[in-house]
């Protein structure tokens, strides 16, 4: 896709998000209609519904020939990486939004046969838009992003799971111990604005492809890796434990997760 074509669109994405989280602050202090999904611990809104038709009608009228992947089924059943394929997680960190109005993200991403071309995460409250791809580099709101120190793990804080530190799933408990200290966020995109902030040196969770989408082109470019948690190449359409890290950091927990 040409570079002028690129940032249109990357124009139209930051209109629609920033709609969209005015639509989520005005309804912030209502009360919310909260319903369980596969476990009482898997929430789901009625913002998070309205707020994925809300995206993906924007979508689907800038970009009728996409399939769209949306979290809450608003978008398509989408089974092949061909073609435009944008993918919407409305509300990540439900249970925060939740229990905290706070700590939770929008994120939108944009691939093209598999490739990664733009990603969009918003941290709503603490006002941080991370945005960019590889043609056009990252951006916080709208600043070109710092080079992210290649960091080792006994020098950085790392973002984990909840459920996964609590079952010592992959020796987390040696990777927490390991680094300078853990950080249990419950948000994947709010760990992903860290790491690309330099706040955390890694982070490992179990995701779906909502839940790395866009970050992974964000940290990808950033010159961070996102794979799987044994280091394999990553499939956008695939659930699975994911690593992000600084290079430095990521060969570290390889090492602690092959022990
Ligand atoms: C969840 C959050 C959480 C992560 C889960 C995700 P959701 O997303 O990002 O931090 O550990 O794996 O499913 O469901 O709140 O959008
Ligand atoms: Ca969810
Ligand atoms: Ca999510
Ligand atoms: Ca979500």
Redesign the pocket.
Known sequence: MEINELKQIDKTVKGWLHESRDNVLRKIDTRLEVDTKTSRRDLVTNIDKQNEKFLVGKIREFDPNAQILG?EGFGDQVHSTEGRIWIV?P????MNFVKQRNHF?I?IALYEDGKGLLGYVMDVIGKHLLSGGPDIGVFDNGHPLPQVKDTPLREGLIGLSGPMVLHNDYNMVDIAQQSLGMRIYG???IDIISVLRGELVGYISY??P??FGAGRILCETAGLKMTTIDGQRLDVLSSTPVLLATRNAHQDILTIVSQ
Not at 91 to 94: L, Y
């Open positions: 979290e997680d509300i990540d960190g439900t993200a994120m948000s994947a995109g995701l779906k909502w839940d």
